[in-house]
């Protein structure tokens, strides 16, 4: 397959697309082929990460889901998915309980780039990837089979010395996207997956209104036995089960971001009877709405970071408005989204402040919350909306900042309740590693970077590991937070465990593949021994009362064989 073939397809009668030029009547177009990851279900989950190219995530085999920002996708088999550059993805393997065979998961994720020549100079110039991608970054592959087994063989002989073979590579995987390009159509109507994800859109859509099984199945050109089995089979979840979860989700914002009734909240969420809503409300939740207002209701907001909420939880109550991302916040995202109901921007920790002021404005809040250190501008801005408290900053220590919170929000006693629940938990984890307080145990926690090795040791993982764990620094504190390791440094420094952050965007990723598998990384003695161990961004980058419970709970994992 060459460029001749790809320039041929702008002729493709075939090619039905809308609006500006079609996807494929752009004139020389060239493939390239970054990196091919293969991953199984020993090496999942994959928590969300940052892609700088387009991205392929292509499922083989078992059950999984995409992540992708605020989107969930139960994977399917014959299916590929675009991931745009810039975006977060990850992926989490789908478990039953009721089954005892399931099939291994095992799922291909394949970077690129795409590149113009200039009608000018003839120079290669890097495309816009989601200009020759389905529109909803769905392929439905004609041929599944041929594609794994063409991503297996470029997982290969990617890394081939031969100049010859990593042409053929380059050359295979452009006939890869070609063939996925000139099968796929994105405005067919045809197939069981576009036909899904019609009914999802229209039940996301028009969930205040009636709607039926036969309605759905018409919509989807299915019978409404078919697409009973087969959404449930696809989404976890019946057409009319996820109905019910976007009306009582939304009801949920709707009840603490309005002052209507609940008769009226019943009806604008698409129930004409309130007590059978009431019903449905109490069965998904454990409370009626009732009383879930009564415990909710309150206009406190939360600005400038999403470590707040890790305040807030212990306190028993959920901020009106406050920043949430499902990449930077995922925790709080997945358990406090739904009731939040004026949802802040979190990206990169909080760039977007002139929007996330007006939005706060616009909602009314009562009081404010805001995080340490925000800009004297922020700060008059805030005063114009509501009262704040500005919480302390982390050198007065979380169990100092938590009580602080509680006396300003009057909530004294669940703070003091969540304290001695923790310090339970510690003593709890010191007695499941008795042997840490009986030998010195030497530990290195580091974070990677691109290219970069440092130290990492914020204040919540120098509290719990070597405060409250007792372990013994494998490089002293003395040396600055952020210094650059060599890989001898973490050889000769004779630590018995390794925690490592990694950075979770395409290009640390990328150097991490070629670090782990070089001989320099490999003699290190506690990778030999089997104790060196990967930390996912939250908690342990977080310091928040939430955080330390979450990372004293992952220590006991980490160091023992107990789970807590």
């Known amino acids: 397959m060459d460029l001749h073939m790809l320039n041929e397809a702008k002729n493709d009668p075939t090619d039905r697309s809308s609006g500006t030029a079609s996807r494929l009547e752009q004139p020389d177009i060239m493939a390239r082929l970054w990196n091919v990851e293969i991953f199984h279900a020993v090496e999942l989950p994959m928590e969300q990460q940052l892609t700088f190219q387009p991205a392929l995530v292509i499922p083989f085999s078992g059950e999984a889901n995409l ?23 990850g992926i989490q393997g789908c478990t039953h309980a009721f089954s005892m065979n399931q099939e291994q998961i095992m799922v291909a994720i394949v970077h690129f780039d795409l590149y113009q020549a200039s009608d000018s100079s003839g120079a290669w110039m890097r495309a816009e990837a989601s200009a020759f991608m389905p529109s909803d970054g769905l392929f439905v ?47 067919s109507k045809n197939g069981r997956v576009q036909a899904l994800e019609r009914v999802k859109e229209y039940i996301e859509e028009h969930f205040d209104e009636d709607i039926t099984i036969d309605q759905l199945a018409a919509l989807a050109d299915l019978s409404p036995k078919y697409l009973v089995e087969v959404y449930k089979k696809t989404y976890g979840l019946s057409a009319m089960e996820y109905l019910a979860q976007i009306r009582l989700n939304k009801a949920k914002q709707f009840m603490l971001g309005s002052d209507a009734l609940l008769r009226d909240i019943a009806h604008i969420v698409g129930y004409k009877d309130e007590f059978y809503f009431s019903r449905k409300f109490k069965k998904a939740f454990g409370i009626s709405p009732s009383q879930y207002l009564k415990n909710q209701k309150n206009k406190w907001a939360m600005y400038g970071s999403s470590t707040l909420l890790g305040y807030a939880i212990p306190l028993h109550f959920t901020p009106y408005a406050a920043p949430l991302h499902p990449k930077w916040s995922q925790y709080y995202y997945d358990s406090l989204g739904p009731e939040i109901p004026v949802q802040l921007d979190a990206y ?56 602080e919170l509680a006396r300003i929000v009057d909530r004294q006693h669940e703070a003091a309740v969540w304290i001695q629940s923790f310090q339970r938990k510690i003593e709890h984890l010191r007695e499941a590693l008795p042997e840490m307080d009986k030998r010195e145990q030497r530990l290195l926690t580091a974070r990677l970077h691109l290219g970069k090795m440092q130290l990492y040791h914020h204040r919540g993982m120098r509290e719990l590991l070597y405060e409250q764990l007792n372990f013994i620094p494998a490089i002293p504190f003395e040396l600055t937070e952020g210094e650059l390791l ?29 670090l782990q598998a070089s001989p320099e990384w490999l003699n290190i003695p506690a990778v030999r021994a089997g104790t060196f161990h990967q930390l996912s961004s939250y908690p342990w980058r977080e310091y928040s009362p939430v955080a330390m419970e979450r990372m004293a709970d992952e220590a006991l994992r980490l160091f023992s064989d107990k789970n807590p």
Not at 165 to 177: G, K, N, P, S
Not at 493 to 514: F, G, K, M, P, V
């Open 67 to 89: 992540y992708q920002a605020k989107q969930l996708t139960r994977m399917i088999k014959g299916c590929a998915y675009y991931c745009a550059p810039g975006s977060t993805f």
């Open 141 to 187: 592959l004609g041929s599944p089979e041929r594609i794994h087994m063409l991503c297996r063989s470029l997982h290969r002989n990617l890394d081939t010395q031969s100049p010859m073979e990593r042409w053929r590579v380059q050359l295979d995987f452009q006939e890869m996207i070609y063939t996925m390009l000139s099968e796929n159509d994105p405005r």
């Open 348 to 403: 990169r920790q909080n760039h977007n402040k002139a929007a996330n002021l007006a939005k706060l404005a616009a909602a009314r809040p009562e009081f404010i919350i805001c995080a340490a250190g925000i800009d004297d501008w922020e700060r008059e801005q805030l005063k114009q909306i509501a009262p704040i408290f500005e919480m302390p900053g982390e050198e007065a220590g979380w169990q100092h900042n938590l009580l």
């Open 486 to 514: 060599t890989i001898e440094q973490m050889k000769n420094c004779n630590a018995h465990h390794i925690l490592l952050l990694i950075r979770q965007d395409s290009e640390t990723l990328a150097h991490w593949r070629e």
